[in-house]
Each structure stands twice: as structure tokens, then as C-alpha cells.
């Protein structure tokens, strides 16, 4: 930690959820004293017994240190720290607007608890602009000048929570960071205490817009480059070519290429939901963003298709899918969690259910949500099986096993069974843009 004395010791996070309460325990770990404040009074409870409210590998490596964190749910915390950082959500409504109302409560109740010259940190995903049109107006109704009375900086997180080898051994104390603030001094206060919690470069940016955009730039990037390959899997099943493999191809090219593979559709909290936050801010200077519209329409359209291609098969088989049981194989939108936020699975759920199928749900991280007791269960319950979630236990299940539970058609939403072998057992297959 700084040692110099300019660099504050206290420290408060607001919002402990994926992001708040690994930076919590980071700065913890480096010596700080924090508070964490959260209106969730059960996660709260969990976090002063030690305990993750979730499941997280940053966390739970550290479970020590939950304790250590003053987790409390009353929000005059806030008035004993010198930094608060602000990890709250950033949803979309139905209709994909941004939805600021967490954000604007958590920096309504910093105000309301403020510490003379806090240095004030936006975490949360946010589109450019946010930070001096929607929040320096609430301070300065307040009269509270930045610069003076507080100081703010926008800090971008970038993790991908989970399993550590999901995010290739990154986590909260090792990526890389962009910080813009709004005064210099709100800039270099942020920029070292970041450093001081964080092994890797901290860049500073031109303005705190800058590095707001930044993360939605990351995160569209991300859903373009998906939506593409979505695209590529639809247009090559009609050609009969194995997009997986045309993308295994093409990544042997060493430079100007990155694969990306198609899937059921994109879920979590970040790359379905940012880039809207990036169309509604040019919308309102009267910027199409035509090429991010329509990946979102693809990457949105995934779970139809994908319930489509069982239809496909179970026509194939003389099957009607009114009645059959369709097995859901893992709900939350990505491997060995229990997330659902914004699941491709709850989709996928809606549209076999429209069309009458009788849905079998089951995901062992989930099993509130499940229909069966275990995989056995599922497996004897189901004539079909949509692949959702690539979890290790259902990556791991061989094909023989499929057969000897009497599966008759798979579609492998993630493009993950050996499709050869499922199709020499005589059980109908279709992968995203592979058959
Ligand atoms: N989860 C990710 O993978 C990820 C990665 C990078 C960035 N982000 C961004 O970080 C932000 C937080 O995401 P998350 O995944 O941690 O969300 P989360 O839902 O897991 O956690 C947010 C927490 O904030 C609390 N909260 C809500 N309103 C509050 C308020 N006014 N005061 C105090 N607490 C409040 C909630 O109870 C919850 O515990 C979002 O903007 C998200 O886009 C998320």
C-alpha cells in the first residue's frame, strides 16, 4: 500500500456484488481499511459470518478475509471514508434504455453521508457522459464543487467473474486499468490508489468520458465480433460447413484474426447490455449506431434459432414438440457459475414452452431452478436435450451415455460434443452452425 500520507486508508464500496466484493477483499488484502455497504441486508449478514454470497474463485480463495471487510447496510458508514467506490448495477429495461436508477440512489446517499474532499469512484459500466451529466448535477445541487468539496473519477471494472481459468488467471488484482477523473488532482489520487491495489499499468485517460467509453468500446467489440460469427453459423448450416472448424481454421492465421465462436446467444450482465448504453447516448446526438444495433438483433435472435433447430429435429424424427420432453441442459449463461442474469437458458425456456414442449430444466449449480435430482434424472427424463451451458459435468458425459438414457436428438447450443460420435449412435445432432 502508499505509504505516503496523501493517499488516504479508508476506503468504502458500495454494491458487493461480482464486482464490489472481490475490489473489497483486494483492498483489504492490501492493507486498507474498508467498508462495504450493500442495501442487500442478506448479503450483508452472509459477508460479516465469512461468507460469499456467491460463488466466485477470487472469493473464495480469500475467505478469510470477508471478515475483515465492516460490511454494514447502514449507509452513515460512508462518512468514514476517505474513497468510495460506487459498484452498483447498470441494467436495460424491457425496451433496452438504461436504466441509472441504482446509480443515482447510491450517489444520493454518498451526498447525504459525505466526507469534506471524499475522492468519489464510478466502478459501474456506464456509457460517456454519464459521469458529468447525470451525477456532477446531483452534487452540484447539493453546492458541492468538484475539485473542492469532492473529486470524481470513473474507473472501468473489466473482470470476468467465475472460475479464474475462464478469465485465463485474470482477476480484480491483475488487469489492467483505465481511470479518467474530472480534475487533475481527483486523477492522480485515483491513478495511485489504484496502483497501489492493483499488480498491472493503471492508464489515465484524457477525461473521464474517455475512459467511460472505453468499457463500452471493449464490451461492444465483444458482442460484434459474437453476433458475426452467429451470423456465419445461421449462413453456413445451409451450406453444410462446420463453422467451428472454418473458425479453428481460420485462428491459424498468426496476426488480424481472433476467433470467436457462435453459440445459443450471449448472456451475463455485461455484453448484452452495454452496448445498448452506447446506442442510447449517440441516439440522443443523433447517432445511428446501425453495425451495434443489428449485432444485438443477432445475438438476440440465438435463442429462437436455437429452439428452431430442435424443432428441425424432432420433425426429422416424426416427433411433434408439443408434449415431447425437452431437456434444458444448464441455465446459467456461462460454465461452473450460478449466474443466470440475462441467461440465453430463460429464452430458450420461454420459446419451448410456447411451442408446448414440456421443458425439463437442470443445472447443478441451480438447483432451485431444476427439474430433475441429478444428471441421471435429467437424462432419464428427457427424449431431447438442448446443450445451454457448458458446464465441466456436461462437457464431460459421453456420447454412449446419451444413448443408454434413450436422448434421441441433442442440440449442442454450445458446440461442445463430439458430434461424430453422437450422430454414429443414431441420435439426431445439431451444433450453431454445425450438423
Ligand atoms: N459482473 C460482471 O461480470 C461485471 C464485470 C465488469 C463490470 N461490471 C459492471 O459492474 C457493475 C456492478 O455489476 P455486478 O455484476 O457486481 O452487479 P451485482 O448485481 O452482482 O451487484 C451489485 C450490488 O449492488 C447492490 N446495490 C444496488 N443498488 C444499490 C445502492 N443504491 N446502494 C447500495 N447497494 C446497492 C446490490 O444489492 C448488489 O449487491 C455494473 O455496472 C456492471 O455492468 C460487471
Not at 60 to 66: H, I, Q, T
Not at 148 to 154: G, S
Not at 294 to 315: C, F, G, K, Q
Not at 400 to 421: C, H, M, P, Y
Amino acid at each position: 500500500m502508499q505509504k505516503n500520507k496523501k493517499y488516504s486508508k479508508v476506503v468504502a464500496v458500495i454494491g458487493l456484488g461480482y464486482v464490489g466484493l472481490p475490489l473489497a477483499i483486494r483492498t483489504v488484502e492490501k492493507g486498507y481499511k474498508v467498508f462495504g455497504f450493500d442495501l442487500d441486508k442478506k448479503k450483508i449478514q452472509a459477508i460479516q459470518k465469512g461468507q460469499s454470497p456467491f460463488k466466485e474463485e477470487f472469493i473464495e480463495k480469500r475467505k478469510s478475509l470477508l471478515s475483515k471487510i465492516n460490511a454494514s447496510s447502514d449507509p452513515t458508514v460512508l462518512q468514514k471514508a476517505d474513497i468510495v467506490i460506487v459498484c452498483v448495477p447498470t441494467p436495460v429495461d424491457e425496451k433496452f434504455y438504461p436504466i441509472f436508477k441504482p446509480l443515482i440512489s447510491a450517489v444520493e446517499l454518498i451526498i447525504k453521508n459525505k466526507k469534506a474532499g471524499q475522492l468519489i469512484v464510478i466502478e459501474s459500466t456506464i456509457n460517456p457522459g454519464v459521469c458529468e451529466e447525470v451525477l456532477m448535477p446531483l452534487f452540484q445541487k447539493a453546492k458541492l464543487i468538484e475539485g473542492k468539496d469532492y473529486f470524481l473519477a470513473h474507473c472501468p471494472e473489466r473482470i470476468n467473474p467465475g472460475k479464474d481459468a475462464i478469465s485465463h488467471g485474470y482477476n480484480v488484482s491483475n488487469i489492467a486499468r483505465v481511470i479518467g477523473a474530472s480534475s487533475k488532482k481527483g486523477l492522480l489520487w485515483a491513478k495511485n490508489f489504484y496502483q497501489s491495489i492493483i499488480d498491472a499499468p493503471i492508464k489515465a485517460m484524457g477525461s473521464i468520458k474517455e475512459a467511460e467509453a472505453c468499457k463500452v468500446v471493449e464490451n461492444s467489440f465483444r458482442d460484434i465480433n459474437i453476433a458475426f460469427v452467429n451470423e456465419l453459423a445461421k449462413s453456413f448450416a445451409k451450406m453444410d460447413i462446420d463453422v467451428k472448424n472454418v473458425i479453428e481454421g481460420a485462428a491459424t492465421k498468426p496476426f488480424a484474426f481472433m476467433a470467436h465462436y457462435p453459440s445459443r446467444g450471449v448472456g451475463g450482465h455485461c455484453i448484452p447490455v452495454d452496448p445498448y448504453y452506447l446506442i442510447e447516448r449517440a441516439k440522443q446526438n443523433g447517432f445511428d449506431h446501425k453495425f451495434l444495433r443489428s449485432a444485438r438483433e443477432i445475438n438476440n435472435s440465438m435463442p429462437a434459432y436455437t429452439v428452431e433447430l430442435m424443432h428441425d429435429l424432432l420433425n426429422e424424427l416424426k416427433l411433434p414438440i408439443k408434449s415431447t420432453a425437452v431437456g434444458v441442459m444448464g441455465l446459467s449463461y456461462k460454465a461452473n457459475v450460478d449466474d443466470l442474469r440475462e441467461s440465453p437458458a430463460v429464452k430458450i425456456i420461454e420459446e419451448l414452452e410456447n411451442k408446448g414442449a414440456r421443458v425439463i430444466r437442470f443445472d447443478p449449480f441451480i438447483p432451485s431452478m431444476s427439474d430433475a435430482k441429478n444428471l441421471e434424472d435429467f437424462l432419464k427424463k428427457s427424449t431431447a436435450i438442448i446443450f445451454v451451458t457448458n458446464h465441466k459435468v456436461f462437457s464431460a458425459i459421453k456420447p454412449q451415455t446419451f444413448k443408454k438414457f434413450g436422448i434421441r436428438a441433442i442440440v449442442d447450443g454450445v458446440n461442445s460434443l463430439d458430434k461424430e460420435k453422437i450422430k454414429k449412435l443414431g441420435i439426431k445432432y445439431r451444433g450453431i452452425g454445425r450438423r
